[in-house]
């Protein structure tokens, strides 16, 4: 082989190698990634029951019912609008009312929002930026959570 | 006294480090040899001031002073002794004065080791390794200062948020900034090269054990961060792919393709300027995690409280330093000559295989872990889960591990592709039966699965029969074959580890991702519960006293075989400092197949309480391969060819190194 050839062989293993992850990542872009609502976007928005997405909000206070499965209900609100969520298994250790999370899972026929899981985060004092910036757009953001959070990270 | 004593050291480290960076750089542009020589003292120095300065904070942690803001929040007199030590790093402040201790420790490492080092380069790479401090050093000292006080101190302190209250979350930093802040030398030696105008086999020497030794650290890192996450958060994975862990992650894959190019420039002279570039690059994607990860403009299950003014200035640190060695390598690649020719079925060319697969795969993972930034950016919010990553790493990967084996096999500059099949035959038979064996085991459960663990088996015995080829074992008499296992370099084991280590890993995360098991079940005392052989039985709770917390613990008696093995114990406990914040510590019995794993939730009436029950098969392979990938690394580093400071012979430097 020439060293031209030689190079090009390289460059053509090359451009194949990244064609295949151009192709992969457009095509894990489009089937894999998750929107994100806030109660409020769902009354705006149509979203079909069934549909996956990410919804955010605080849990509302007094809205979680325990029964006597492992099933779990409560209410996810930005202080305008709000959406029941049902949820089975373990909520993670910083769940409890008042508290912004982020939960994932699809709305029924119902309206209900059926979570197949509910993420809190490490830090009593973080909020997701998505919970945090839906807030302030509805105008309900107290700024107790920058300030106070200063030197807890880690 | 004594913190005030750490804070001047802090200051008097940052002034210290604009010496070291201005007047190296000025003798250097004079030729002044004397000015030049400033730079190996200076970095000295500033390590030692550092270290007076980290030694100061801690003083303040053990002797709980909490007129010290950072001690107040972060700190609680009733916290084990343990905890208040690796309390000073489990903190923004502190964490950021461990990361310029690192900094200064590489620059003072490589001004002690380097004493051979052209005087020239290492001047240089003195300087840049002291403008990355200084621009650290800044940062901590104008929007982190760890050693603010309080006027008026309160009796006690805040206590530590209780999830870093664990041994593995302990030492998890140094080692990842050990790593992180290792590849800074990689791309100071880059920046130096360029400045220099030279890049050889010496320079190439000089860069692959800091590289090895940062790259060794990200592994533990990386690691026992994900075992924490496993044992600790209670959901049972051990990777999910969120943006603080692929900000570790990407590193590491640069850093393992620099490992592994550097090589090439090392020995056959090739592949210069895509090491100086992949160089830059890694420390860049360093820089990008410190700012991931202390911005917070990502969601992340695993961000502690974070600062977007902070990230902003993270930010400018790294347009800086990127932008500013990519311009340097704009300027001055086009003068470095390029060197060795090489057939693509080669040593080098399975090397460049690995690079572009590991650099792409690279790029996949920083797109999606931006991506949401992007559509935020034209407004609308989506999150990039772990599905996308599965979807686009795993495949990428399959063909860089279906070469692995081949590589080393093959010779420099022509290679014998299939002399090197030939010699994978016992691999490819080996892996085959084990692909049989578990598609049969498994009932056919998944298809793929048995392919995947035998791709891991024909890694790690590929891997084994290289070294085997090499000792000529079944070719000659065994002692023969003893005394050339025994004289092989080191380095050739380093990477046998190394591979060994990936096939392992790759098993291990295969078994566990294909074959866990999961039940979530509401279980009152009594009640019996079956998971994966295992008869498990609920004995009720009972609550018991820490030192600064209390917990719930479910008692659960575990039985196999009508025998019974094991009692576990996973709770729920509460920190007294940080009541609103319970923690799950989960009970784990390790089989040597897997581990049964238990996780206690909520009360519910009548006195049940959710229970979490996983079996995760052979999931601590995952972690035994990184530590046999980091063992690799370390038996590596160890080999004379590349011990740090090792002379070099006088053929291979004709020219002499005068004195300094």
């Known amino acids: 082989m020439t060293r031209k050839q030689r190079r090009s062989a390289m460059i053509f293993t090359g451009l194949g190698v990244l064609a295949v992850a151009v192709g992969l990542v457009l095509w894990g872009l489009s089937g894999n990634i998750m929107f994100f609502y806030s109660p409020s976007d769902l009354v705006e928005k149509q979203v079909e029951p069934g549909q996956r997405f990410r919804l955010g909000g605080l849990v509302e206070e007094g809205s979680v019912v325990r029964g006597q499965s492992t099933k779990i209900t409560f209410k996810v609100t930005d202080n305008a609008e709000n959406v029941g969520v049902s949820f089975e298994g373990v909520l993670p250790d910083l769940f409890r009312e008042g508290q912004g999370i982020v939960a994932e899972g699809a709305l029924n026929t119902a309206g209900i929002f059926v979570a197949d899981n509910v993420l809190a985060k490490h830090d009593e004092n973080y909020m997701p930026p998505e919970v945090a910036s839906s807030l302030k757009k509805k105008g309900v953001w107290k700024d107790t959570n920058t300030k106070a959070a200063k030197g807890t990270g880690s | ?660």
Not at chain 2, 18 to 40: E, H, N, T
Request: charged fraction near 15%; hydrophobic fraction near 55%; charge should be positive.
């Open chain 2, 1 to 660: 006294m004594i913190v005030e004593t750490g804070h001047f050291a802090l200051i008097l480290a940052a002034i210290v480090a604009m010496v070291q960076f201005a007047v190296p750089l000025w003798g250097s542009y004079k030729s002044d040899p004397i000015l030049m020589r400033v730079a190996a003292p200076a970095a000295q120095v500033q390590l030692l001031l550092l270290l007076i300065s980290f030694l100061a904070l801690m003083w303040a942690y053990i002797t709980s002073d909490f007129s010290v803001k950072n001690v107040f929040a972060n700190s609680h007199s009733a916290k084990p002794l343990f905890f208040k030590i690796s309390g000073v790093w489990a903190n923004h402040e502190g964490s950021m004065l461990l990361w310029v201790l690192i900094l200064a420790f590489y620059g003072a490492m490589v001004a002690m080791f380097g004493r051979n080092l052209p005087p020239s380069l290492k001047t240089h790479v003195l300087s840049i390794q002291a403008l990355v401090s200084l621009s650290f050093l800044l940062f901590l000292i104008f929007t982190s200062n760890p050693f603010e006080r309080l006027v008026n101190p309160p009796l006690d302190g805040k206590g530590l948020n209780p999830l870093l209250q664990d041994f593995a979350l302990s030492i998890h930093p140094p080692f990842l900034y050990l790593g992180y802040v290792g590849f800074s030398v990689a791309f100071s030696f880059a920046v130096a090269a360029l400045i220099d105008g030279r890049v050889d086999a010496a320079w190439a020497r000089w860069v692959r054990p800091w590289t090895l030794l940062a790259w060794v650290n990200l592994t533990i890192g990386i690691a026992l961060g994900s075992w924490w996450a496993y044992y600790e958060l209670g959901w049972g994975g051990w990777w999910f792919w969120d943006p603080v862990e692929n900000a570790s992650f990407m590193p590491w894959l640069a850093g393992t393709a620099l490992l592994h190019s550097a090589l090439v420039v090392e020995k056959r002279g090739a592949l210069k300027l895509w090491t100086i570039l992949l160089s830059i690059l890694t420390f860049s994607l360093s820089l990008m995690g410190a700012f991931l990860v202390r911005s917070g403009v990502l969601s992340s299950v695993h961000a502690f409280a974070v600062d977007p003014e902070r990230g902003i200035f993270i930010l400018g640190i790294l347009a800086f330093f990127t932008g500013g060695a990519l311009a340097i390598f704009a300027w001055r690649a086009p003068d470095l000559k390029q060197g060795g020719i090489f057939a693509p079925i080669s040593r080098e060319g399975a090397l460049v295989f690995n690079n572009m697969i590991l650099v792409i795969a690279c790029g996949t993972v920083l797109i999606g872990t931006l991506w949401p930034l992007v559509t935020e950016a034209v407004g609308y919010k989506i999150s990039v889960g772990a599905p996308y990553f599965e979807l686009t790493f795993a495949p990428l990967m399959i063909p860089l591990l279906l070469a692995m084996p081949f590589g080393p096999l093959l010779a420099w500059k022509r290679g014998d592709l299939r002399g090197a099949a030939q010699r994978l035959y016992a691999a490819v038979g080996i892996a085959i039966l084990v692909v049989v064996l578990t598609y049969s085991v498994t009932s056919g459960s998944s298809f793929f699965a048995p392919l995947l663990i035998g791709l891991g088996i024909y890694i790690v015995v590929g891997a084994i029969s290289e070294i085997l080829w090499r000792a000529k074992a079944f070719r000659t008499n065994w002692g023969e074959v003893g005394r050339r296992l025994l004289n092989m370099p080191r380095a050739s084991y380093g990477s046998m580890f190394g591979h060994i280590g990936i096939g392992i890993f790759v098993i291990g995360s295969v078994a566990t991702s294909v074959w866990n098991t999961e039940k979530i079940v509401a279980m009152k005392p009594g009640d019996k519960q079956t998971i994966a052989g295992y008869e498990v039985r609920f004995d009720g709770v009972v609550e018991e006293r820490g030192p600064n917390f209390t917990e719930k613990l479910g008692n659960f008696n575990v039985m196999k075989d009508g025998k019974q093995i094991a009692t576990l114990r996973p709770a729920k406990r509460t920190y007294i400092m940080r009541s609103e914040m319970p923690m799950t510590e989960t009970g784990i019995y390790n089989a040597w197949n897997g581990d049964l794993y238990l996780a206690i939730g909520d009360k519910l009436q009548q006195g049940a309480y959710t229970v979490r029950f996983y079996f995760n098969p052979f999931i601590r392979l995952i972690w035994l391969g990184c530590l046999i990938m980091a063992l690799g690394g370390l038996v590596s580093l160890s080999d004379r060819r590349l011990r740090i400071g090792a002379p070099k012979r006088a053929k291979e430097q004709p020219a002499a190194v005068p004195a300094e």
